[in-house]
Each structure stands twice: as C-alpha cells, then as structure tokens.
C-alpha cells in the first residue's frame, strides 16, 4: 500500500483549509468596499464642520451629535418611531390572520393568493404612491364616492396628514409581514392545534399558547423587516405627508440637499443606523437559544 509523502499530504490540507477563505474573499472586498467604506465617510463626515457655503470642513468635533439634542429633532424622530411602531403594529394585526387563512389553504390555492401578495411588487412604487394621491386628494376618489353616497357633505381632508403616511407605509409593507408569517404558519403541524381543541383551549388561549409561541420567529422577523424600513421611510411621508409629516429620512434628505449641511446629515444618518441595529440586536436577543444555534432567521 502506497503512503504520499508527509510534506505533499501536508501542502494538500493546507489549500483544503484556505479554500474557504478564497471563496469568501469575493463577498469580503465586496462588503468592505461598497458597505463599510460608505459608512467610514459618512462617519467621518459627521465629525467634521460645516462650511460656509455648504461645504465639509476637516475640523473634528462633536457638535452635530450635540445638535441633535435640540428638542425639534428629538419631535421628529419620536414621530418617526411613533409611525413606525404603529406601522409595524398595524401589519402584524392585518397580516396574521392573512397570513394564517393563506397557509390553511390547499397547495394550489396558497400559490394563487401568494401571487395576488406579489403582484404590487410588480409596479414601481412611486407610480402606487402617487395612485394613493389620486384616492386621498380633496376632489380624489374617495371623496366623491363618499359625497355621492351622501356619507359627507364636504371634502374631508385626508390627503398631506400623519393618517395618509400610516396607510401609505402599512400599503407597502404588509406584504414584509404576510410572507415571514406565512412561513411560520404553514410549518405548524396541524395536529397540536387539533390537539389544544381536543383539550377545550378556547379559541383565546388556543392563540395565546400554542400559536404566538409556534409562530414567534416569523413574527418577529416580520416585525424587523416592517420596522426598519418604515423608520428610514422617504418616498411615503414625502409625497402622501407634504409639509405637514416629517420622518428621519425627510430630515437627512433636507440637511443634505436643502440646508446643505452635510456634517449634521451624516450624523443624523449614524443615530438612525444606530437605531436599526438596535432593532437587529432585539431581533437577535428575542430568538429562543435553539434557533440562534440552528442559525435560523
């Protein structure tokens, strides 16, 4: 029987070792360079001091982190948490029960109905949005149907409000909430809920105990994929919120375009991806210990 000799068996687990390194070097440039770097700027830039005309002095300092102790940015972004903490309520209220009726169907008709989830992706979203201004606005759809079936007597106001924002952003993202949901659902085994009914579980604890438990990690997921999208929201307060709604993402996008401060802009964006990845952190924190373990999302 044939042995190879030490120094080829050893030069053989070598490379078997750094292949994997090899194949996530791609990945790893890719990360650095069009993540990490990114951030690096704009953290730097929000250290530095705005210029006169607008533009971005070397002069390190915390300023614009203490700027943003003003009581006006704290407003703004206690509105922006408010609206997405009620955007991300709002979904899971609304998408659960969908969510549960989808995964009780046959197999064919849940690919039917997750096709009719879908289909919104299928159009731009600015084009959907400004189909919501077409429903929303004075002389829009909603009110003339509602003057002609004589329910009002004049236009309500409906369109540039808190309200109109909420059901923008609940518009858009309910399907981030359905499908995780959906997924959850439909791999419970139909026997425990036969099971909690064989035991006289009311249709309450029924819920409480055997469905928030089994469905935990898809409402959860949901909940972040709602939550931190509607946080950072621009395109929804902009356009359905005007003058009268202002998010984080409206703010950045003032301090950086309008106002030309680009060094309070970059600080602005820190504390919002700080904000997100504390909502990761939760994500992460509220997984049970088995499911961390199985690398489970």
């Known amino acids: ?18 292949e994997p390194y090899r194949l996530l070097l791609p990945g790893l440039l890719w990360t650095a360079l069009f993540c990490l770097l990114p951030i690096i700027v704009v953290l730097a830039v929000s250290l530095a001091t705005r210029g006169t005309y ?42 659960f029960p969908l969510a549960y009726y989808i995964a009780r169907l046959p197999p064919r008709r849940q690919a039917l109905w997750l096709v009719l989830i879908m289909i919104p992706f299928w159009t731009n979203f600015l084009v959907r949005t400004y189909a919501w201004i077409f429903i929303l606005r004075t002389e829009g759809l909603l009110n003339t149907l509602l003057i002609q079936l004589h329910l ?7 369109l540039y409000s808190d309200q109109a924002v909420l059901l923008g952003l609940v518009y858009g993202y309910l399907p981030f909430m359905v499908l995780p949901l959906y997924a959850a659902i439909e791999r419970i085994d139909p026997a425990l809920i036969e099971a909690a009914w064989d035991l006289y579980a009311d249709r309450w604890p029924l819920f ?8 935990r990690p898809g409402i959860v997921a949901g909940c ?31 301090e950086y375009l309008v106002a030309r ?13 700080l904000m997100v990845m504390g909502s990761l952190l939760w994500y992460f924190a509220a997984q049970p210990p088995q499911a961390r373990e199985r690398g489970e999302s």
């Open 224 to 254: 972040v994929l709602v939550f931190i999208p509607s946080l950072g929201a621009y395109l929804t307060p902009d356009l359905l919120g005007g003058a009268r709604s202002m998010m984080v993402g409206n703010l950045i996008q003032h």
């Open 261 to 273: 401060d680009w060094p309070l802009g970059s600080a602005l964006s820190i504390v919002l991806m």
């Open 152 to 158: 009002i007597s004049a236009p309500l106001d409906l």
């Open 54 to 95: 607008g533009g971005v002095l070397w002069e390190f300092s915390l300023d614009n982190y203490r700027d943003l102790l003003h009581p006006l940015y704290g407003r703004i972004f206690g509105q922006s948490l408010l609206l997405a903490g009620a955007t991300t309520g709002l979904c899971l209220v609304l998408g």
């Open 208 to 215: 409480r105990r055997v469905l928030i438990p089994l469905t």
């Open 1 to 18: 029987m044939k042995h190879s000799p030490p120094s080829i068996a050893s030069s053989s687990s070598d490379r078997s070792r750094r």
